[in-house]
Structures are given as C-alpha cells and as structure tokens.
C-alpha cells in the first residue's frame, strides 16, 4: 500500500471514529458531519435519503429508543474503488445503556459503508446494513 492509501485508510478511520463518538453522545448532527448531502442509509426495512433525513431519524433515536446507546464495531476490510471512492464492510451492534457487549448475533449487523473523496475529505456516501446470521441460515 502507498502511503496515499495508507494516509487514505487513516483518514477514512477516523471518519468513523467520529461517527461511533458522536451515536455515544447522543449528537446526531456530529453522527452526519462527515455524510454526504445526498447520502442514504438502508437499514431493514428502511430508506433514509439524504443526509437531513438521516440526522432527523437519529435524532429521534437518541431522544427514545437509542436514548444512552452506542455502538460496536469491528472492521472486517476496507478496498479503494478508483482514486476517490472506498468501501468499508464491518460488523456492528447496538450496545444499549449499560451494556458492554452485544448480548448476542441476533443483534449484530454486516455493515457497507461507501466513502467518496470530495474537495481532499473522505465522507460517507451510503450506508447498509443487513443482519448477521447463523451459519447455514
């Protein structure tokens, strides 16, 4: 790896760092500082079409149901597409007030994240997850 890609993968790791800190603190405006305007989350059962939308249902999250929560993460690979483009697959789980550990599979998630390289900064383009199953399933 050149030291662009490492400088790259540095930069893009951080991102979700920032990310991961910000669902900690209940931000959801600082959870989409690093999302593209026209960015999408899918989740199941869910669109969230651009970045608004996404920071307005994390909002609601951190006032109810997400309320104290954050998450675990574990990247699994990240691969350069072109110059400008990145895609990141790792494991995720809500971690609820007062857990240490996601309880078990049935709340982890595969997670694709696609970063875009605009004006020198790595953000977050889409977003995916699917949950994570047993094997055989």
Same mark, same amino acid.
Request: no cysteine; glycine share 10%; charged share 25%.
């Given at each position: 790896m050149s030291n662009s890609r490492a400088e790259?993968?540095?930069?893009?790791?951080?991102?979700l760092v920032d990310s991961y800190q910000a669902w900690a603190a209940g931000d959801a405006d &600082?959870?989409?500082?690093?999302?593209?305007?026209?960015?999408?989350?899918?989740m199941?059962?869910?669109?969230?079409?651009?970045?608004?939308v996404?920071?307005?249902?994390?909002?609601? &999250?951190?006032?109810?149901?997400l309320k104290g929560s954050s998450t675990y993460n574990k990247q699994l690979s990240i691969r350069f597409v072109g110059r400008d483009g990145?895609?990141?697959?790792?494991?995720? &789980?809500?971690?609820?007030?007062g857990e240490t550990e996601v309880p078990d599979d049935l709340?982890?998630?595969n997670a694709t994240?696609?970063?875009?390289?605009r004006d020198g900064q790595w953000l977050i383009a889409a977003y995916h997850?699917?949950?994570v199953l047993a094997p055989g399933q």
């Open positions: 790259d993968e540095a930069a893009i790791q951080a991102v &600082g959870m989409v500082a690093n999302y593209t305007a026209d960015a999408t989350a899918i199941t059962g869910s669109l969230r079409d651009g970045r608004d996404i920071r307005k249902n994390m909002a609601l &999250g951190f006032e109810g149901p990145a895609i990141v697959i790792s494991e995720s &789980g809500i971690l609820f007030a709340r982890k998630v994240w696609v970063f875009e390289k997850n699917s949950p």
